[in-house]
């Protein structure tokens, strides 16, 4: 994914923790927000310590990035998004595959859409 379509700034999480929105299923919380000044979809990952080591942390990202960036043509191209990795899902890409991330994936933007 290229640099252009990641969020990296602190203040660019900040706006879209403090004024998007929000949907959530077991393994994944995506916020949204609509930047004003318009431009590419743009994806923030937050995978905390309490998913597992570094070396899986960094793993999930490089998956999640992989996926949304398949994804970036379907979705609105004024938007940030932030995604929050749950515990266990490292485990659950493991044991299911990467497609069933990909399904999650799905599910989630599917349910931010509606």
Avoid: C
């Avoid at 379509?5 to 299923?25: E, N, P, W």
């Avoid at 994944?28 to 743009?42: C, I, M, N, P, S």
């Amino acid at each position: 994914m290229q640099r252009r379509h990641r969020l990296s700034r602190s203040r660019d999480f900040d706006a879209v923790y403090r004024h998007g929105r929000s949907v959530s299923t077991r393994f994944l919380v995506l916020y949204w927000f609509a930047r004003e000044e318009g431009g590419e979809a743009r994806l923030g990952l937050a995978v905390p310590k309490a998913v597992g080591p570094a070396v899986v942390r960094n793993k999930i990202k490089r998956r999640l990035r992989e996926t949304f960036r398949s994804r970036l043509p379907e979705l609105p191209q004024d938007q940030d998004y932030v995604l929050v990795v749950r515990p266990g899902l490292a485990e659950a890409v493991d044991a299911r595959g990467f497609d069933w991330l990909g399904e999650r994936v799905d599910e989630i933007l599917g349910k931010a859409a509606a």
